[in-house]
């Protein structure tokens, strides 16, 4: 029985606090009718998890409190139709500029991100650049990761090569209906990492189970 209650009595915890905003651990208690320190290891987990976050508070003259509340992983717990919004949008834009002009819209988006991260990303060693990118994008949603890999010596490349993997992607429910954001994101890559050539190795939307680039310096920066 513990198995199966611990994971309802956490989303019962989370679905508290989205609707309260902030509570303590003893409101908590008493709203979901568990003792105290059952509802601490809770949130012991949770914090863990990255779903809640807690301040101290000083109420009075007694012992500061820690009043929890939800990060925003915690609230992406919970079901929104962010994406279906967004591809409505996006087809009612096609419907009323064109498709081409829509094409340009989202040309300038990508070029627009991609100056961002070049600037976040600097002029330093690709390898830092690299895990910078792959930081960038665990930030904004993707559960991205990045490794190196052992240079090609079969087609004579000899220079350091990374390989970054997203298993997760945020706009995949967009990328189902405008799969031409997925060209701009592969564009956008080699933008931010302009010395580089980037090549999709893997794609979501073809069924794997991750989108994967493969990331080479261009042949004159090997042989600097």
């Known amino acids: 029985m513990a198995t ?25 208690a008493e709203s979901l009718d568990i003792s105290p320190q059952a509802i601490r290891r809770h949130l012991k ?7 809640i976050r807690y301040k101290t508070v000083q109420t009075g003259m ?17 079901p929104n139709r962010y994406h279906e919004f967004a591809v409505s949008l996006l087809d009612t834009l096609t419907e009323t500029v064109g ?3 829509m094409s340009s819209i989202l040309r300038k988006q990508w070029e627009r991100k991609a100056m961002e991260y070049r600037e976040l990303l600097g002029n330093g060693p690709l390898p830092e650049r690299v895990a910078k990118l ?14 190196p890999l052992e240079p090609d010596g079969g087609s004579g490349q000899a220079g350091p090569r990374f390989m970054i993997a997203e298993h997760n992607c945020v706009i995949s429910q967009i990328a189902e209906s405008f799969p031409r954001v997925c060209d701009h994101e592969l564009e956008m890559f080699a933008a931010a990492l302009h010395d580089c050539t980037v090549e999709r190795t893997h794609w979501i939307i073809n069924g794997e189970h991750r989108c994967g680039y493969l990331i080479e310096p261009h042949a004159e920066e090997k042989s600097a």
């Open 134 to 147: 792959v930081e960038l994008r665990r930030a904004e949603g993707y559960m991205a990761e990045w490794y």
């Open 62 to 78: 007694g012992r500061p409190q820690h009043v929890y509340e939800l990060t925003s992983q915690g609230r992406e717990r919970f």
């Open 99 to 101: 498709r081409d002009q």
């Open 4 to 28: 199966t209650q611990q994971p309802s009595t956490k989303q019962d915890i989370l679905q508290y606090l989205l609707k309260q905003g902030q509570a303590t651990a003893q409101e908590l």
């Open 45 to 51: 987990d949770l914090e863990a998890e990255e779903l």
